[in-house]
């Protein structure tokens, strides 16, 4: 569990620095405090293969994907923003937030590769752990209003047949 302990606080450390410096957003980190399910959601993913593989989340609402939006656009107005500026933001945020954690993780993890960023737009989302995966969630509060979930799903390969995550 050591471990699984490390990887969350490596991904919440990634996560406030992402936000601190790219986005301009206060974060902190909250127990059970996920998006609603039931809302209009988006969840952008991003995958990694090597000595370790899965994938890192993030889902939050459309208003707080928006939020994050206009403020990594520097926008004044939500209204402004297309819906092309906030999925690409998504993305754009899972492709740095994982970026931040690859580096945390060079000098234990040398051969980490990541995919592109992919995001939906739904509701009811989720990821599943498959068979050997773990999970490292941080559940935070964005500049005190809104809600997103960050999650490091993973497995450590050369244990199989080294299928994707």
């Known amino acids: 569990m050591t471990a699984l302990l490390a990887l969350k606080d490596t991904l919440l450390d990634s996560v406030k620095e992402v936000f601190e410096s790219m986005v301009f957003m206060s974060l902190s980190e909250v127990e059970g405090q996920a998006p609603d399910a039931g809302d209009l959601a988006l969840l952008g993913t991003i995958t990694f293969t090597g000595s370790l593989e899965g994938c890192l989340t993030i889902c939050c609402g459309q208003r707080c994907a928006q939020t994050i939006a206009a403020n990594m656009l520097c926008m004044e107005s939500l209204d402004e923003l297309a819906d092309e500026d906030t999925v690409d933001a998504i993305g754009e945020i899972a492709n740095m937030v994982m970026g931040s954690v690859k580096t945390r993780l060079q ?16 509701r009811h989302l989720s ?5 050997g995966m773990v999970q490292a969630v ?14 490091l799903l993973h497995r450590e390969s050369g244990t199989g047949s080294g299928g994707n995550g």
């Open 127 to 131: 990821n599943r752990l498959s068979e």
């Open 138 to 151: 941080v559940n935070a509060t964005l500049a005190d209003e809104h809600h997103a979930s960050f999650s």
């Open 107 to 122: 000098d234990e993890i040398t051969d980490i590769t990541i995919s592109i960023p992919s995001v939906v737009q739904g």
